[in-house]
T-cell receptor, first 116, second 108 residues
Framework: GAGVSQSPSNKVTEKGKDVELRCDPISGHTALYWYRQSLGQGLEFLIYFQGNSAPDKSGLPSDRFSAERTGGSVSTLTIQRTQQEDSAVYLC??????????????FGPGTRLTVT | QKEVEQNSGPLSVPEGAIASLNCTYSDRGSQSFFWYRQYSGKSPELIMFIYSNGDKEDGRFTAQLNKASQYVSLLIRDSQPSDSATYLCAVGRTALIFGKGTTLSVSS
């Protein structure tokens, strides 16, 4: 079946602009995650959504970052007033949520964000 | 601060050999452990998970977990050039903590 899809695949923006990144999870997966991967920092967790529960936002690096998930499916990650240090690959993952876990997370192809 | 440590490598092995990749983690309460493979320019691909002490085998891959030593490893038997990639160890239940990865190079 179809995997996680993300759009756009590449985004170049000027410092100070806002950007929106989209993720469409695997059909039937109730949990959705955002991570970012940069050369210096490796892969970092940003936010986790599960059903109608309040999201786990513990990884968001600043209040310029926000995310929403509408209808329990598609998610949008928004970065306001982008800075050069926001340049990274933003990865979305999804998983089933089975009692007792583990929650096997499957990643999308990512969005490469470059802030100039 | 929860940490996951991996040797960055590169780990170089000849084709057909066994590659051994290692990972240590700091949170003694961790229960789920994952190995991802990442080719250059691509996103991570889940290859195995383990949550019980001991070994778990899947084809040419074996994951080994020792919770007392806070150590998890991945063995790749009969290594192939197509196994050349960065291998990421991840720990956690939902918010995974990743190591920075070990680069494996398999020479033909």
């Amino acid at each position: 079946g179809a995997g996680v899809s993300q759009s756009p695949s590449n985004k170049v923006t000027e410092k100070g602009k806002d950007v929106e990144l989209r993720c469409d999870p695997i059909s039937g997966h109730t949990a959705l995650y955002w991570y970012r991967q940069s050369l210096g920092q490796g892969l970092e967790f940003l936010i986790y959504f599960q059903g109608n529960s309040a999201p786990d936002k513990s990884g968001l690096p600043s209040d310029r970052f926000s995310a929403e998930r509408t209808g329990g499916s598609v998610s949008t990650l928004t970065i306001q007033r982008t800075q050069q240090e926001d340049s990274a690959v933003y990865l979305c993952a999804s998983s089933l949520r089975l009692a007792g876990g583990p929650y096997e997370q499957y990643f999308g192809p990512g969005t490469r964000l470059t802030v100039t | 601060q929860k940490e996951v440590e991996q040797n960055s490598g590169p780990l170089s092995v000849p084709e057909g050999a066994i590659a051994s990749l290692n990972c240590t983690y700091s949170d003694r309460g961790s229960q789920s452990f994952f190995w991802y493979r990442q080719y250059s320019g691509k996103s991570p691909e889940l290859i195995m998970f383990i949550y019980s002490n001991g070994d778990k085998e899947d084809g040419r891959f074996t994951a080994q977990l020792n919770k007392a030593s806070q150590y998890v490893s991945l063995l790749i038997r009969d290594s192939q050039p197509s196994d050349s990639a960065t291998y990421l160890c991840a720990v956690g239940r939902t918010a995974l903590i990743f190591g920075k990865g070990t680069t494996l190079s398999v020479s033909s």
